[in-house]
């Protein structure tokens, strides 16, 4: 079966990191552009982050930018979200994302495969 997992997400402080994980099954990940999104309660998704398939550039929505970082790790087959600083706006479920390039809008063009979402939450 061909897909996306995320993990690492759950409840942190303000303040606090959290580092997702993308991992792939059934295909190589080094193949595609990686993207990062999520979506709040109530509100649009939106793209937060995004790496070319050669790890090489990278995009930053400007709300996350400095705080977070895109990564990849194609021989673990593994693309990661290390976010700092985080900060109760960043409450949302993060969704990663396989397609072609790595676009100035901080997504991938012509996604393939999507995961199925990991919850961050941002509380005190």
């Known amino acids: 079966q061909l897909q996306l997992v995320e993990s690492g997400g759950g409840l942190v402080q303000p303040g606090g990191s959290l580092r997702l994980s993308c991992a792939a099954s059934?295909?190589?990940?080094?193949?595609?552009?990686i993207g990062w999104s999520r979506q709040a309660p109530g509100k649009e998704r939106e793209g937060v982050s995004c790496?070319?398939?050669?790890?090489?550039?990278?995009h930053y929505a400007d709300s996350v930018k400095g705080r977070f970082t895109i990564s990849r790790d194609n021989a673990k087959n593994s693309v990661y979200l290390q976010m700092n600083s985080l900060i109760p706006e960043d409450t949302a479920v993060y969704y990663c994302?396989?397609?072609?390039?790595?676009?100035?809008?901080?997504?991938?063009?012509?996604?393939?495969?999507w995961g199925q979402g990991a919850q961050v939450t941002v509380s005190s």
């Open positions: 994302a396989a397609g072609d390039d790595c676009t100035g809008y901080s997504v991938v063009s012509r996604i393939r495969y």
């Open positions: 059934g295909f190589t990940l080094e193949n595609y552009g």
């Open positions: 790496i070319s398939s050669s790890g090489l550039i990278t």
